[in-house]
Each structure stands twice: as structure tokens, then as C-alpha cells.
């Protein structure tokens, strides 16, 4: 097992990479991992670089300090709307969409397996990044919570579309409507947690996961997200035509044909990506 750094450019977002698998780690944790602009633009670049680069075939996104994310930095907004500058708002609309497509869309959109392992609270946005990533793994000690609300806001990164998704609107608008918090045994038994782990395990745990699916073809797995993705908002017909064109382009792959023979020979397959 060999482990490699990647300076991010930042002390609020380190990178490692072991074994085909890519670990960010939000890292402010006095904020509890609250969303600051330099944490935010290194996570969207290095979201960027574990796209490209060959070497990771999953992305774990995590928080330090025993939390996951709380969300937005509510002191620098409230310092940045008190400075007595009239805001625009069609600036601050332009802005919040392209924070989003950044780290929400891209993690949704991301070509790879994600998964999020929470150590702790994923609030607001935070919570909203988490769900967008395609697996969660949560230690005891963690909870989801809208937070909005309480700070008289409405929400974003995609969290109320996300949500409503994985649950239902029903239970998506109580969630939000209230603010309320949603536990481990709770998260799991809504579909929004796929393991939940104890808290000194957690790492430990969600690696592993990782490592299974780093095993697996990525050229399947990729294709996998796409059509799962779609899935969510098309209608049958266009998601029987995805899975064909799909089915035949991974049939087409050198993985397939190792992988057939190896079946045959009743050996297990080694994947390359290709």
C-alpha cells in the first residue's frame, strides 16, 4: 500500500491518494469544515484533477475534526452583507450558481464512484455536498441537518432536489420544513446512509468500500452512473437507449474481453480502464 500527497494549494482541503483510491479532506476544523471561499475553490479545482487524473478510480470526500461540513461560512456572509454596499442581487445569484456547479454538479456529474464518509454533522450545505456524492458511509456520531431555516435562508447546493430524490417530497419537505435532524439508524433506514459504521472505523470501513469498487471495471462503473443518473429524470424509453449504447461500448472494451475469459477460466479478472 502506498499513499501519495497532493498539495491543494490550501490547509482548508488536503488530498492523498492510496491505492487507486482519492481521499479529500475538508480541514477547518475550528469551523467545523464550514464552506470558506479558499476551501471552496480548492475543493472545485481538486474535484477537477482526481477527474483527470488515471490513477484514482474513486473519490472519498470526508471532514476533520469529527465533523463532515457545516455548511456556509455564516460569519463571512453576514461580515460581507454588512458592509454597507448595496447588494446586487443578480451578482450574488450569478455567483452562488457557478459555487454550485463546482462542487454539486461536478460531484453528481463526477465520472468516478464517489463516496462521502461523515465522521460527524453535515449541515446546509454541507449536507447538500454529501448527498451529492453517489455513496454515504456515516460513524455513529454523524447527522444530516437542513439548518437553513434557522438562519432564515432557503437553501442550496442542490440539497432540496437531492433529497426529494432519495426520499420523497413528502419527507424531503418535512426534513426541510423543520429542520429537524436525521441520526444514523434513521438516515440508514431512509436509503440516505449506506453503511453506518462506529465513529473509530470509519475510515477504516469506508477505504475498504472504496477499494471494491476501485477493483471493478471503471469504464462499467462509469457508464453505471450515467445510466442510474439519467434514471432520475427521463422516461423509459430514453433510459432503455443509454443502457444499450452503453451496454455495447463497455462490451467493446478490452476489460470485457479479459473479463469474459477469466470467467470462463474461473479466475478473477484484473481491470485496466480500457
Known sequence: MTTRSVDTGTDHLSCSITDRVGVLTLNNPERRNALSDRMADALARMLSEMESDPEVRVLVLTG??????????????????????????????????????????????????????????AAGAGMSIALACDLRVAAHSALLVPAFGAIGLSGDFGGSWLLTQLVGPARAKDIYFTGRRILPMEGQDLGL???????????????????????????????????????????????????????????????????????VKKRKPEFKGR
Request: proline content about 6%.
Open 64 to 121: 476533520a475534526g469529527g465533523a463532515f461540513c457545516a455548511g456556509g461560512d455564516v460569519r463571512s456572509m453576514g461580515a460581507s452583507l454588512a458592509q454597507g454596499q448595496e447588494p446586487d442581487p443578480e451578482t450574488m445569484i450569478r455567483s452562488l450558481k457557478q459555487g454550485q456547479d463546482r462542487i454539486s454538479l461536478r460531484l453528481f456529474d463526477f465520472p468516478k464512484p464517489t463516496i462521502a464518509a461523515l465522521p460527524g454533522p
Open 193 to 263: 446512509f449506506n453503511r453506518v459504521v462506529p465513529d473509530e472505523t470509519l475510515m477504516q470501513d469506508t477505504l475498504a468500500l472504496a477499494g471494491e469498487l476501485a477493483a471493478a471495471a471503471p469504464v462499467a462503473l462509469r457508464y453505471m452512473k450515467a445510466n442510474l443518473n439519467r434514471a432520475m429524470s427521463t422516461d423509459f424509453r430514453s433510459a432503455l437507449n443509454g443502457e444499450a449504447e452503453h451496454m455495447i461500448r463497455s462490451m467493446l472494451t478490452e476489460d470485457h474481453r479479459n473479463a469474459a475469459q477469466a470467467f
